[in-house]
């Protein structure tokens, strides 16, 4: 309960030093208003508190607050001259009771040269370093994956998700999830996020039972169709106030790599490609875009080079959605003769290395054992030419590396 300060007692008059009694409102000898003057309070030790402060209370830095002497101390009253200097105590918030290794300077994702300072912009080159989402990297096991927001959107709506496990007869496995948020629907970026999480989910529970890779392929991607179709199922309150949005969408492109097998799977035009060690052997694209490009491509209407210039090439004609055509889940499987690695992708990436033969180029020569800093010099590499897009990769090793092995 909250209490009015009371008033300190005198000894004597400020003024002219005679002595005064307890409750005196004048001095007797000059006349001096005693109400007037607050007493100087007493000397208190700093205590560490043992709690953060209550909501909405701000505490100056600079100044320690009064607190009314307490009713009962757990122990004992604290002895003011035995109390040490509060200028010489460090203080308790800044102690870490276990130390802890100096953190490394963030470098920047644009330049990839400069240091990162305190406000979140490159010393180097000046760019503003991403928020949480905008750039995110991971690994597990052997395989990796870095995600940007680009230098043109406002937001990422890509999401991956990787991952490695066991097969039953105990050699190892590693996968990869990318998807790309379809930017004319409602929320793309969680229909992203939940395709790729169920689509994850299901392929480390599948692959140790010992289904199939490219039926736990097929399994993965009607799950993460099943995650993005509830999205659209939302209360009709919330549909009244944008009833002519289209439903939350998105595109998958995954792959699973074991000791003999690569696996790949896509809705969309997001892609994977395969990159040998060897760079004298030929690079192959993996997957198929289901897109308006793609289409003319089959049909024999325009050349490659053409339908790719047109500026509906990227119309996608197959995605993972409620407003979505019938699913047709696209599957493949291969058995290369020589190690390499998978790069799983979405378009702001082979927007700049569209061809096979340019994503050889573009890949790092020790991506095998590097699948992280291959991912970054990726990722760089559609920051370098325009970043137009929200940019995901992932690089799976071929074969799939034994259990611990990672990366740099």
């Not at 009371?6 to 004597?12: D, K, N, P, V």
């Not at 994702?109 to 928020?131: F, I, K, L, S, T």
């Not at 790069?343 to 992280?372: K, Q």
């Amino acid at each position: 309960m909250s209490q009015m300060p009371q008033q300190a007692a005198l000894s004597e008059c400020p003024s002219c030093a005679e002595p005064v009694e307890s409750g005196d409102l004048f001095c007797g000898a000059c006349g001096y208003d005693l109400s007037v003057v607050s007493a100087a309070p007493p000397d208190h030790p700093t205590l560490t508190l043992s709690g953060p402060a209550a909501a909405g209370d701000r505490v100056r830095l600079d100044q320690v607050p009064q607190q009314p002497e307490p009713e009962e101390y757990p122990l004992q009253a604290p002895d003011p001259l035995q109390a040490p200097d509060p200028r010489q105590v460090p203080d308790p918030r800044l102690a870490d009771p276990v130390a802890a290794p100096a953190e490394a300077a963030r470098m920047c994702v644009a330049c990839r040269a400069g240091r990162v300072d305190d406000d979140g912009y490159c010393e180097n080159c000046g760019h503003a370093q991403p928020r949480e989402r905008d750039h995110v990297e991971r690994e597990s096991g052997p395989v990796a994956a870095v995600s940007d927001r680009g230098l043109r959107h406002h937001r990422n709506e890509d999401a991956f998700s990787v991952g490695h496990t066991t097969l039953p007869d105990g050699t190892p496995a590693a996968l990869a999830i990318v998807c790309d948020g379809v930017s004319s629907a409602h929320r793309p970026d969680e229909a992203s996020t939940a395709a790729s999480r169920a689509a994850g989910d299901i392929l480390l529970t599948a692959l140790p039972r010992g289904t199939h890779p490219q039926q736990a392929m097929h399994e993965a991607i009607v799950a993460a169709s099943q995650a993005v179709n509830a999205l659209a199922e939302e209360p009709a309150s919330a549909r009244e106030h944008s009833p002519h949005t289209n439903a939350p969408a998105c595109t998958i492109v995954g792959a699973v790599v074991t000791a003999g097998l690569l696996v790949v799977g896509w809705v969309g035009d997001s892609r994977a490609y395969w990159v040998p060690t060897d760079r004298s052997a030929p690079p192959a694209r993996l997957t198929e875009d289901d897109s308006w490009a793609a289409q003319m491509v089959a049909a024999g209407l325009m050349s490659e080079a053409e339908a790719y210039a047109d500026e509906r090439a990227h119309a996608i004609t197959g995605w993972l959605g409620a407003d979505a055509y019938e699913l047709e889940p696209h599957t493949a499987s291969f058995k290369p003769d020589r190690p390499g690695v998978v790069v799983v992708c979405t378009d702001g990436l082979w927007n700049y290395a569209e061809t096979a033969e340019e994503m050889s180029e573009v890949v790092p020569a020790d991506a095998a054992t590097r699948p992280l800093h291959s991912a970054r010099v990726l990722v760089g590499h559609a920051l370098d030419g325009g970043g137009h897009d929200n940019v995901t990769v992932a690089v799976l090793p071929f074969p799939a590396p034994s259990q611990g092995a990672g990366s740099a």
